[in-house]
């Protein structure tokens, strides 16, 4: 028997894919799964950085509450 993964072959499962999902598909996979590659690594870079950006999202209500804990819920509605 001969080799399986030959490049004959994976030209021939190569074709066999493109002609099954098509090529926009294909391009939709690609990227998204670059994107997904590139939030991990984001991610795994620093969870100080990421913790800084979901800090800017925040309302600024919550901003304040965050910096003046000891507020009571009154004084943060009245200031």
Do not use: C
């Amino acid at each position: 028997m001969g080799d399986l993964f030959t490049i004959q072959h994976l030209l021939l499962i190569l074709l066999i894919v493109v002609l099954v999902f098509g090529t926009k598909k294909l391009r939709n996979i690609g990227s998204d799964l670059g994107g997904a590659v590139k939030s991990f690594k984001e991610g795994m870079a620093g969870g100080a950085s990421a913790d800084a950006k979901s800090e800017e999202k925040k309302p600024l209500e919550e901003k304040t509450a965050a910096s003046h804990p000891e507020m009571t819920t009154q004084e943060k509605t009245h200031s």
